[in-house]
């Protein structure tokens, strides 16, 4: 999707691509597309807050990834050089993609498969902030919840 694409998408008369729209800028590390949508953030939040439930019954209210939009780009608009204030606030964040925007490092990571779950100690790439980091896999989709701990409890 193009910057224009991805404003569009999440106006309410776009209701097909507020989805994907959402989720080009929550996996994006383009400044350029950032700063030129993070321009239209005052509206983007206002049309997403006007945003209808979903007409059928779902496993998960479609909302929320435009509702993750919107912290993505106030982080980015203040500039902040990493996304470290997101994480414990949401569970849409997945630290291997998180890792290949470049924000954090995964320095350890150890899989509990048999029981739907994986658990990441994490580091921001930009200050020493860590994270416990588990997901849960037991859903219908993928739930991260991220925990800030001084430093990391299991090694690193
Ligand atoms: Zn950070």
């Known amino acids: ?15 097909h691509n507020v989805v994907p729209a959402a989720w080009a800028i929550i996996h994006s590390n383009d400044t350029q ?7 239209a ?11 209808p439930p979903n007409s059928e019954p779902a496993f998960r209210d479609y909302r929320f990834a435009p ?11 203040q500039a902040d050089s990493c996304r470290c204030s997101l ?4 569970n849409g964040l997945d630290p291997e993609k998180e890792q290949r925007l470049g924000f954090i490092k995964i320095i350890k990571e150890e899989d509990h498969l048999e029981e739907y779950r994986v658990e990441y ?3 921001c790439a930009h200050g020493e902030t860590h994270f416990e980091t588990i997901l849960d896999e037991s859903y ?6 991220w925990k800030r701990v001084d430093r990391p409890l299991s090694g690193s």
């Open 33 to 39: 597309m950032l700063s030129a949508v993070s321009d």
């Open 1 to 15: 999707m193009d910057t224009k694409e991805i404003i569009e998408g999440l106006m309410p008369d776009d209701r």
């Open 41 to 51: 953030l005052p509206v983007i939040a206002t049309a997403v807050n006007h945003l």
């Open 121 to 123: 100690t994490c580091i």
């Open 87 to 90: 994480y414990p606030a949401s």
């Open 140 to 145: 219908p989709y993928p739930l991260w919840y």
């Open 67 to 77: 509702a993750l939009a919107v912290p993505v780009l106030t982080c980015f608009k």
